[in-house]
């Protein structure tokens, strides 16, 4: 999940730009956007955390990473600048529901024994995603726009669903078990 999802939001570095300067805006309003995401996540970063921290961390980050991936994918039908900044919105409010209990949820999973591993594990993840994206990104986005953002779209829907808890489903003898949502 994490390097899809660090796939996805390093797109805010890589197909943004591009598809601001195709639409004809400058490296100003791109200023403009990134600076709009670093005051929401300045103004609203507390009380979206206060907002989910009842919740089940699953569901939340899965929400994030939808809300991160469509707001990115809306990106590639905006061309002005008032309609970017709403997706800028979108996925802003992605990146801080989950980056509010990221980490938390990975220590709780963690047993003690295991910390580093599984710190290390997630560091790699996040890794690989936020370094597969400028290429895998640049790459679609030179074989067409419309390629990277739907793209973003699926890996985003995809990062989503392996958030997902595993569903319990009931055999035809009555008994539940474990289906995965991470298959």
């Known amino acids: 999940m994490t390097a899809v999802a660090e796939f996805v939001y390093i797109q805010s570095t890589v197909g943004l730009p591009l598809h601001v300067t195709?639409?004809?805006?400058?490296?100003?309003?791109?200023?403009?956007?990134?600076?709009?995401?670093?005051?929401?996540?300045?103004?609203?970063e507390l009380p979206a955390t206060g907002a989910v921290a009842r919740c089940r961390p699953e569901y939340v980050l899965a929400a994030g990473n939808l809300l991160v991936g469509a707001g990115l994918a809306l990106t590639g039908l905006m061309t002005d600048m008032t309609l970017l900044a709403a997706t800028v919105v979108v996925w802003t409010c992605g990146e801080m529901i989950t980056s509010s209990v990221a980490y938390a949820y990975l220590g709780g999973l963690t047993p003690p024994h295991m910390t580093g591993h599984y710190q290390g594990l997630h560091g790699a993840a996040y890794t690989v995603g936020t370094g597969a994206g400028p290429l895998l990104g640049g790459a679609a986005y030179a074989a067409g726009p419309w390629a990277l953002w739907s793209l973003v779209a699926a890996a985003g829907v995809l990062s989503a669903y392996l958030c997902l808890p595993p569903r319990r489903e009931r055999s035809a003898d009555g008994a539940a078990g474990l289906r995965s949502g991470a298959a």
């Open 22 to 44: 195709d639409a004809g805006l400058g490296a100003r309003d791109y200023g403009l956007l990134i600076g709009l995401n670093g005051l929401l996540v300045l103004a609203l």
